[in-house]
C-alpha cells in the first residue's frame, strides 16, 4: 500500500485509444491502514486498500467519456479499483512528470502463540520511481551473473534469490558493514 506514479498502470492508460499522455498515482485508503495497524488482520479486496488517480491528455478529437471509460473498466488494471480519470493539458502533464516519487507499505499482520497480535511492515520511499527500478534490475542482474557463475540455472522468483547476490558488497563487507 502506498502513494505515488504506478509506471505499469500509467503505461496501461497511453495504450488507451486517443490517449496522448497520461500517468497514474496508487493511493492508499486510510481505513484499510488503520485497520491493519489496530491488529485486525482484515482480508481487504483490491477495492478497500486503494484508489487511482489518473491524469490523461486525450488527442485532439476524441471523446473524453469514451476515454475515461475506457480506463475505469480495464480488467486488471482499474475495473476493481475506485478510479478517478482527470483531463489536463499537456503542459500540466509534463509538470507531473517531473517528480516520478512513489512510496508504499509491504504490511503482514497475524496472531502467533496465545493469540498476540503481530504486524511486520516494510516501508518505501523513493523520489525517482524510474531510477529506483533501473537499479533494481541492475541488482538482479548481478545476481543471475552470479548465480549462473555458481552453476545455477532455470527460472528464479524474487523469493528465490538470496538478498546477498543483489549487493555490489562482497559477503565480508557485508557482515562487517550490516550485521
Same mark, same amino acid.
Given at each position: 500500500?502506498g502513494e505515488g506514479v504506478?509506471q505499469?498502470h500509467?503505461?496501461?492508460?497511453?495504450?488507451v485509444?486517443g490517449?496522448k499522455?497520461a500517468?497514474?498515482?496508487t493511493?492508499?485508503?486510510?481505513?484499510a491502514l488503520?485497520?491493519v495497524?489496530a491488529g485486525e488482520?482484515p482480508?481487504?479486496?483490491?477495492?478497500e486498500?486503494?484508489?487511482?488517480?489518473c491524469?490523461v491528455?486525450?488527442?485532439?478529437g /476524441?471523446?473524453?467519456d469514451?476515454?475515461?471509460?475506457a480506463?475505469r473498466?480495464?480488467p486488471?488494471?482499474?475495473?476493481? /479499483?475506485?478510479?478517478?480519470?482527470?483531463?489536463v493539458?499537456q503542459?500540466?502533464?509534463?509538470?507531473?512528470?517531473?517528480e516520478m516519487s512513489?512510496?508504499?507499505?509491504?504490511?503482514?499482520?497475524g496472531e502467533?502463540?496465545?493469540?498476540h497480535?503481530?504486524l511486520?511492515e516494510?516501508?518505501?520511499?523513493?523520489?525517482?520511481?524510474p531510477?529506483?527500478?533501473?537499479?533494481?534490475?541492475t541488482? /538482479?542482474a548481478?545476481?543471475t551473473h552470479?548465480?549462473?557463475q555458481?552453476g545455477?540455472?532455470?527460472?528464479?522468483t524474487v523469493?528465490d534469490?538470496?538478498?546477498? /547476490?543483489?549487493?555490489i558488497?562482497?559477503?565480508e563487507?557485508?557482515?562487517?558493514?550490516?550485521?
Open positions: 500500500m504506478s505499469g500509467s503505461d496501461a492508460i497511453r495504450r485509444e490517449v499522455d500517468i497514474q498515482y493511493i492508499p485508503k486510510p481505513d488503520e485497520r495497524r488482520n482480508e481487504l479486496t483490491t477495492r486498500m486503494h484508489r487511482r488517480v491524469y491528455v486525450e488527442e485532439d /476524441y471523446d473524453k469514451k476515454i475515461s471509460l480506463i473498466t480495464m486488471n488494471y482499474f475495473v476493481d /479499483y475506485d478510479t478517478e480519470v482527470n483531463f493539458r503542459d500540466d502533464m509534463d509538470d507531473m512528470k517531473k512513489h512510496a508504499g507499505f509491504v504490511m503482514r499482520s502467533t502463540g496465545d493469540g497480535k503481530e511486520i516494510f516501508s518505501l520511499k523513493l523520489e525517482s520511481n531510477e529506483f527500478t533501473g537499479s533494481v534490475l541488482a /538482479y548481478r545476481a552470479r548465480l549462473n555458481e545455477v540455472i532455470g527460472a528464479k523469493f534469490i538470496a538478498p546477498a /547476490y543483489l549487493s558488497r562482497t559477503p563487507e557485508m557482515r562487517k558493514d550490516l550485521l
